[in-house]
Structure formats: C-alpha cells, structure tokens
C-alpha cells in the first residue's frame, strides 16, 4: 500500500518549564519536519524569549545553544504564583500560562509484582502519598533506572481519589526494573493544562492504529499556532532500592 503523505509547513515547536527547584531553567525552540524526514529538528534561534509571573517577575532569556534559551540566575518558581511565557520568532508571537501548583509530599515508594498475561514479572514502582481534599490535584511522574531515564509519559487526576491515601502503581509495559536497580523518581505536581496535554500525548503514543480515530497533535497551553507545552509546577525526587 502506497499511502500519499502530504508535505505540512513546518510548525514552532516550543517545550518550557519553571519548577520550585532553584534554576536555571530552559526553553526548547524547534520546528517539525515531514513524515517522511528524518527526526532532527531544526533548532529555531534569535528569537525573544521571556518569562514572567504575578509577583513583577521578567526574565529575558539567553540562547545558550540553538534553539536552547536560558534563564538567569538568582530566581526559582513558587507554588501559587501563575507564570507566563512569551516567545517571539519571525515576526509571531506566541504565549502561554501555568499556575504552579502547591506541592504534595510523596512519603515513600514501594514496588510490585504484575505479569500482566505474560510470562515474565514487571516490576512496578508504587508511589505513596496523601492527596488534598476538596483540590483538584494532577500529577506526573518520570523514572530513571540505573542512570537511564524511562521514556514513558505517566500522568495522573485525583478525580476518583479526592482526599485519599494513593498507592498507584506505575504501569510498565515491559521489563524495565530489577531487584538491586537504582531507581529515581520524580513526582510533579501539575496544573490542569498540562495534565490534559500529557494525558492526549499519552493516548496517542499508546493508541492501536486499526481501530483509534486519526491522531491528532495534544491540545497546548500556547497560544499562536504553536505545538509543545509550558509548564509550572513542583517537583520531589526519591532515590530508592528496588526491591520486593
């Protein structure tokens, strides 16, 4: 079968976070390429990059590589303060908000054991924490095992769980974890924006091509016309032992 692609004009491709760790952090400016390219995308450079917030924050940001820009020291995020990204390249301009959320404590980490039909054993992270009640709360989390970090977009809404004790197993879909592995997690506590655009990312990679609709780009928090994210949120890292 001989499918007709269509070439698209490229589109700005804009990827950002400021965290309640102290910075320096950074903006990622690229344009995407035709299916049929190869996976390098241009970095996009001399643009105006600028982060501000609600408390008379303004950072002007240095391009520190290409496409790579770079907040100034002396500053890091705090939960409750909204930030705005703004970003002018070509002649257009681009902007997004994030509401840095309050932090929750993540208490511990334990692991389990799922073979999920399979012969093999996964083993899980399981995350344990104490969510807010009466707060809509969103949280991602990112795992590196042994120095590698996991490619695998783990988002998750406090909607059925409001107020309660959580102890949500990661899923994993292959074996990636060993007892006596290093593993560092890192939980974020996001707002709603960025959970919906995480939770479409995660629908589309993880979507069976012969019987989902056609996929689509995750709704962005930017507005102009550009794809990716920006992101204001908290951040907590543990470094455990895996172990049963």
């Known amino acids: 079968i001989n499918v007709n692609l269509n070439n698209a004009s490229p589109q700005i491709v804009i990827k950002g976070e400021v965290t309640n ?28 990059v600028i982060i501000s917030n609600n408390a008379g924050l303004i950072d002007s940001l240095t391009e520190t590589s290409p496409g790579t820009y770079t907040t100034h020291a002396g500053w890091q995020g705090y939960p409750g303060n909204i ?16 509401t840095m959320p309050q932090p929750v404590p993540l208490d511990s980490i334990g692991f389990q054991q799922d073979s ?7 083993i ?3 995350p344990y924490y104490q969510d807010p009640q009466g707060i809509a709360n ?18 998750f809404s406090d909607r059925l769980s409001d107020g309660k004790y959580i102890s949500q197993p990661l899923f994993d879909d292959s074996s990636h ?7 560092s997690l890192n939980m974020y506590s ?6 919906q655009y995480f939770s479409e990312l995660r629908q589309l990679l993880n979507a069976n091509p012969f019987n989902e609709a056609t996929p689509a780009n995750p709704d962005t928090n930017i507005t102009g016309g550009a794809l990716g994210y ?15």
């Open 177 to 183: 974890m060993k007892v006596g592995d290093t593993l």
């Open 21 to 48: 760790d102290q910075g320096p952090y950074t903006v990622t400016i690229n344009t995407t390429v035709n299916f049929s390219a190869e996976n390098n995308f241009p970095p996009v450079s001399n643009a105006l």
């Open 124 to 126: 899980e992270a399981v």
């Open 83 to 98: 930030y705005t990204l703004n970003v002018i390249s070509s002649g257009k301009t681009f902007t997004a908000f994030s």
């Open 190 to 195: 996001i707002d709603q924006n960025v959970f």
């Open 230 to 244: 920006f992101s204001a949120h908290t951040i907590q890292t543990k470094q455990v032992i895996v172990h049963l």
């Open 138 to 155: 969103y949280y991602q989390f990112t795992e590196t095992v042994n120095d590698t970090a996991l490619n695998k977009v783990i988002v």
């Open 116 to 122: 999920r039909g399979r012969n093999d054993n996964v």
